[in-house]
């Protein structure tokens, strides 16, 4: 399978208070053209839509998780935080590497913050 881009849909009882937050607190860079649409990277689209078979948060917040790669966590998680989002994990630190920040939108899906800083590796016992 050759995959030249991705798309992800996020269903939401109420997608233009969803879609606020991506825009406005978040910062992705919408996609207007796409309608409730951001870029995520050069390959990549979040969008956010209405569906009749959702309603209210999320029932199962840990099955799709939206990580978003970033190049420099601490300046991103300081932003959210002062925007008003709650993180749930705070720069953790993963052996391959990975720093991860944790918090979920406002229907309850679960965000996270990635960078990765190789000089963290360290082998897993």
Do not use: C
Not at 15 to 29: K, M
Not at 38 to 55: C, N
Request: proline share 6%; aromatic share 6%.
């Amino acid at each position: 399978m050759d995959v030249t881009s991705i798309s992800i849909q996020v269903a939401s009882s109420d997608p233009q208070r969803l879609f606020s937050f991506y825009r406005d607190v978040v910062q992705l860079t919408p996609q207007p053209e796409m309608g409730q649409a951001f870029a995520l990277g050069p390959v990549g689209h979040l969008h956010i839509v209405e569906h009749s078979a959702v309603s209210g948060a999320a029932k199962e917040p840990a099955r799709a998780i939206l990580d978003l790669h970033v190049g420099n966590i601490d300046a991103e998680h300081a932003r959210l935080e002062a925007a008003g989002v709650t993180f749930s994990r705070s720069k953790g630190v993963e052996f391959w590497g990975g720093i991860i920040s944790t918090f979920v939108d406002p229907d309850g899906n679960i965000v996270q913050l990635i960078e990765h800083r190789p000089e963290l590796a360290r082998e897993e016992n």
